[in-house]
Nanobody
Framework: QVQVAESGGGSVRSGGSLTLSCEVS????????MGWFRQAPGNEREGVAM???????RYADSVKGRFTISQNNAPNKSYLQMDILEPEDTAMYYC???????????????????WGQGTQVTVSS
């Protein structure tokens, strides 16, 4: 059974940084696409960043230049480095994974069958 686990959330002041980690386990094949999504209360889940097993990355316009997604040579993990955080970044952050097919060009939550439980990020002004 595939398991997805996030870690690294917390509370920071505006302008601060956090690094989220995601680990995928329970499947012999390597994931083909990992995505980070977030959801604030009352809002729909939105895509933040994606990374394919080929290293290609995509970012939402709202986080370009501030967030960086990477693998760091860890085959079952991805990392989301979040810098210059803003109160608008406050949300529950979810990691998602899929196997065999490459990342889509758009952030589509239903593309990902495997999800973590989420980690809370709170940015105060």
């Amino acid at each position: 059974q595939v398991q997805v686990a996030e870690s690294g959330g917390g509370s920071v002041r505006s302008g601060g940084s956090l690094t989220l980690s995601c680990e995928v386990s329970g499947y012999t094949a390597r994931w083909s696409c990992m995505g980070w999504f977030r959801q604030a209360p009352g809002n729909e889940r939105e895509g933040v960043a994606m990374i394919g097993s080929d290293g290609r990355v995509r970012y939402a316009d709202s986080v370009k230049g501030r967030f960086t997604i990477s693998q760091n040579n860890a085959p079952n993990k991805s990392y989301l480095q979040m810098d210059i955080l803003e109160p608008e970044d406050t949300a529950m952050y979810y990691c998602a994974a899929r196997f065999f097919t490459a990342c889509n060009t758009r952030f589509v939550p239903s593309d990902f069958p495997h999800w973590g439980q989420g980690t809370q990020v709170t940015v105060s002004s």
